[in-house]
């Protein structure tokens, strides 16, 4: 199979990550066994992984979407460069998390930015608890420390595209991880 155009190398293989998603939704599973949990994950990016998470968690729980709208110097909607911007929520939650257990599910955790205004905005809200699920964590481009719960990768300050992370809308339905080059594609 011929790799897409712009894609340097694979960082983490289909395999490598469905195993370390069985392996933090073990961790999850076993934290809030008994409890009322609810997965929120932020559009688009983060329903490949929501969905391989949800399907791995072996204790009942619920879902609902958040849509964001970022406005500053980002790489064509993909929040993994440019300096931070206003957001804003463009769809919200279809339920209320009042006395909920709350794991926000992102794709990426970059500059804490946007990971702090979504807990902000959900913690007004009056959940029972809310926490954090990342796939991949690039904490060294962290401005604002935000608390990570649950991360499946720590990644080095790289442009990458796969499992829901694109560049203009491509290569979300990779089922790896891969470093990819914006200026090649």
Same mark, same amino acid.
């Given at each position: ?8 190398? +694979?960082?983490?293989?289909? =395999?490598?990550? &469905? ?7 073990? =961790? ?6 008994? #409890? ?15 969905? *391989?998470?949800?399907? *791995? ?8 979407? !958040? *849509? /964001? ?5 980002? %790489?064509?909607? &993909? ?7 206003? @957001? ?17 599910? =992102?794709?990426? +955790? ?15 809200? =009056?959940?029972?608890?809310?926490? /954090? $699920? ?5 904490? +060294? #481009?962290?401005? @604002?420390?935000?608390? @990570?719960?649950?991360? $499946? ?7 990458? %595209?796969? $499992?829901? !992370? ?6 979300? &339905? ?12």
């Amino acid at each position: 199979m011929t790799a897409p155009p712009g894609i340097e190398r +694979v960082l983490f293989t289909e =395999e490598q990550v &469905n195993q370390r998603i069985r392996e933090v939704a073990a =961790e999850i599973s076993t934290k809030y066994q008994g #409890r009322d949990l609810k997965l929120i994950a932020v559009l688009k990016g983060a329903v490949f992984f929501l969905t *391989a998470l949800a399907r *791995a968690i072996e204790i009942p729980l619920k879902v609902d979407f !958040l *849509a /964001i709208s970022s406005f500053g110097d980002q %790489v064509h909607g &993909n929040r993994q460069g440019g300096a931070p911007g206003m @957001v804003r929520i463009a769809k919200d939650l279809d339920h209320p998390i009042q006395d909920e257990d709350i794991l926000l599910v =992102e794709d990426i +955790v970059d500059t804490g930015f946007t990971t702090r205004y979504l807990l902000q905005t959900l913690a007004g809200r =009056e959940p029972r608890s809310l926490g /954090i $699920c990342t796939l991949l964590d690039r904490t +060294v #481009r962290r401005i @604002v420390q935000v608390p @990570v719960d649950y991360r $499946c990768f720590e990644i080095p300050d790289r442009f990458v %595209v796969g $499992c829901g !992370l694109d560049f203009k809308q491509r290569y979300r &339905n990779l089922g790896y991880i891969a470093v990819m080059d914006p200026e090649k594609s």
